[in-house]
């Protein structure tokens, strides 16, 4: 049976970036669904959360993390 791998919390870091004029904070990242819960903030205000793929993700962000 394969091992269940754990969240990696990403929140004391303070990862962000911004894409459109929207600025995402990394909060936590899933890796047996590659997957990242993210916080929005349009005009230094929080939107949402949201999960979104780990593809999705600039380059420099990706490197950061290092999934594997």
């Known amino acids: 049976m394969a091992k269940?791998?754990?969240n990696i919390d990403?929140?004391?870091?303070n990862l962000e970036?911004?894409?459109n004029?929207?600025?995402y904070r990394l909060i936590r990242f899933k890796p047996e669904n590659?997957?990242?819960d993210v916080?929005?903030?349009e005009n230094g205000v929080k939107k949402d959360?949201?999960?979104l793929p780990f593809a999705h993700l600039p380059k420099t962000i990706?490197?950061?993390i290092k999934p594997n």
């Not at 990403?10 to 870091?13: I, V």
């Open 4 to 6: 269940k791998k754990k």
């Open 10 to 13: 990403l929140s004391n870091k």
């Open 17 to 19: 970036f911004t894409e």
């Open 21 to 23: 004029g929207v600025e």
């Open 34 to 36: 590659m997957t990242l």
């Open 39 to 41: 916080l929005r903030y």
């Open 49 to 51: 959360e949201l999960n």
């Open 62 to 64: 990706k490197k950061l």
